[in-house]
């Protein structure tokens, strides 16, 4: 009973990893370039182009936010990771009245906010607007 007790708990906890990260594989969030120095992820990026790459891993949730809205991604630069940050996640249709309009799904968006105190890059991809907050270096 016990060994059958443990395979089920084993395949229910393989079912629910698949299920949580089904919704948002991984892949291209797109290019991106960032005229300024930035920090992500305790990492500098400095300006340039960067690929931007949605793990598929879920960061731990916000009080309040539901399991799937955080996301790892990561900053790529000449075929190689050089920084890794969080990104929260809407879908399409939760987009709030006051954030900026839609952009091109090839095209991550680079927007400045709060007297330039964060850089918000934002894309989307199948159906989900992906918000990712740097704060920029001091100068």
């Known amino acids: 009973m016990t060994r059958t007790t443990t395979f089920a708990v084993t395949i229910a906890g393989m079912l629910a990893v698949t299920v949580v990260s089904a919704h948002?594989?991984?892949g291209s969030l797109g290019t991106?370039?960032?005229a300024e120095p930035v920090m992500a992820g305790g990492t500098t990026l400095e300006p340039g182009v960067y690929e931007i790459?949605?793990?598929g891993e879920h960061r731990t949730a916000?009080?309040?936010q539901s399991a799937e809205?955080?996301?790892w991604v990561e900053f790529i630069a000449?075929?190689?990771v050089v920084a890794r940050d969080g990104a929260e996640?809407?879908?399409a249709s939760d987009q709030t009245v006051g954030t900026a309009g839609r952009t091109s799904p090839a095209r991550p968006r680079v927007d400045r906010l709060k007297d330039n105190e964060?850089?918000?890059i934002s894309t989307y991809r199948d159906g989900s607007r992906y918000l990712i907050y740097l704060r920029p270096m001091q100068r």
């Open 53 to 55: 790459r949605d793990t």
């Open 69 to 71: 809205s955080m996301v």
């Open 62 to 64: 916000l009080p309040g």
């Open 32 to 34: 991106v370039r960032i």
């Open 78 to 80: 000449n075929g190689k």
């Open 24 to 26: 948002h594989a991984p």
């Open 89 to 91: 996640i809407l879908s």
């Open 118 to 120: 964060f850089v918000r």
